[in-house]
């Protein structure tokens, strides 16, 4: 079968398409023909070596994909051939709390991920998709949405008539917004682009901040809570953004943290943390019961992904390129 792997380094011009022998699914096992997969900031650092440069090689790159069930191995229940299922990221977190055992079988490093023609996976490792979505629309699911709905529902407590402040437009943003509407929450959409901003009028923000014309934009959000502040920030900038998140928090807020595009290393005041009781929530994705709730959150409420562009399979290194460049809105995809 074919399979795009890093082979001897890391860099985007060391992907190549290489053939690997098939494998038969064992015991509680299942095979899938892939469909689908969906590009996640993190596959990008893992190709590059920013990820973590100890990663033994060769590795097939990238977490989120969508694939047709085609074999099924002894001891599966629940599971038929022809069934839709995406991959789930943390293989061995299947409900609970994390540890630390279960959130490091990871796909796409340190486990191969999906970017092959087939991917024989346990069966525990696959959910069902949402019925309605694309094979592209469902693969952008096990990291982006998952992360959403762990910091807003899991871990936030989302309730109507709250307010959510979120940064960026890249995939985890997008479906933050989707998610805290269906809730019955109002949205507040930052952005360093202002036709980013108005490209995505169409998802009905709450309201809108271009951050680099108002660097003081935690006191504006603030503002337009009349001064009350957010209950929930998404928090995706990490060390240069996390002061303004604190400024816009309300007291008792909850802080998701659940990326560092801005660098991992801040300096900050932490007595607003202490004196304003805010909670500060590390995010990472989810257990398979959090996946399962999400998309039966994702059928009732009709939520649809937004895919920015879709590559072929053989054009992944362009694809990897156009996410690298920072111009794409919601999820980057391949389609096999």
Same mark, same amino acid.
């Given at each position: ?15 190549? +398409?290489?053939?690997?022998? %098939? ?53 599966? %229940?629940?599971?038929?051939?022809? !069934? ?49 979505? $694309?094979?592209? %629309? ?6 982006? =949405?998952?992360?959403?709905? $762990? ?31 269906? =809730? ?17 009028? %169409? ?10 014309? !108002? ?5 504006? @959000? ?9 209950? +929930? ?90 996410? =690298? @460049? ?11």
């Amino acid at each position: 079968m074919k399979a795009l792997e890093l082979h001897d380094d890391f860099g985007l011009d060391h992907l190549r +398409h290489v053939e690997r022998p %098939e494998r038969e699914p064992g015991d509680g096992e299942v095979r899938l023909a892939m469909r689908a997969a969906s590009l996640n900031y993190r596959d990008l650092l893992m190709v590059t070596g920013r990820y973590d440069p100890r990663q033994p090689l060769p590795l097939v790159p990238c977490s989120d994909g969508v694939g047709v069930v085609e074999a099924i191995g002894p001891g599966v %229940e629940g599971l038929e051939i022809g !069934d839709r299922v995406a991959t789930l990221f943390c293989q061995g977190w299947l409900a609970g709390e994390p540890t630390r055992a279960g959130i490091r079988q990871t796909l796409g490093g340190p486990i191969d991920g999906v970017l092959s023609e087939r991917r024989t996976l346990p069966a525990h490792g696959v959910v069902p998709v949402p019925t309605g979505l $694309s094979d592209v %629309e469902a693969s952008t699911l096990p990291c982006a =949405a998952l992360t959403a709905w $762990s910091a807003l529902v899991s871990q936030g407590r989302v309730a109507a008539g709250e307010t959510v402040l979120v940064q960026g437009t890249g995939g985890v943003s997008i479906f933050a917004l989707q998610i805290a509407q269906a =809730a019955g929450a109002r949205v507040i959409l930052t952005s360093s682009q202002q036709w980013k901003l108005d490209r995505l009028a %169409e998802l009905e923000p709450w309201r809108t901040i271009h951050y680099r014309d !108002d660097r003081r934009w935690g006191t504006t @959000a603030r503002e337009m809570t009349g001064g009350r502040g957010v209950d +929930h920030v998404l928090e995706v900038g990490g060390g240069q953004t996390m002061a303004q998140s604190l400024r816009a928090v309300r007291v008792g807020g909850h802080i998701a943290l659940i990326g560092v595009l801005s660098g991992v290393e801040a300096t900050l005041e932490l007595t607003p943390i202490l004196m304003r009781n805010v909670r500060v929530q590390g995010t990472f994705v989810g257990s398979r019961e959090r996946f399962l709730a999400m998309c039966r959150a994702f059928e009732q409420h009709d939520i649809r992904p937004w895919v920015d562009r879709v590559f072929p399979f053989d054009e992944a290194r362009e694809a990897f390129a156009y996410l =690298a @460049a920072r111009h794409h809105i919601g999820k980057v995809c391949l389609e096999f």
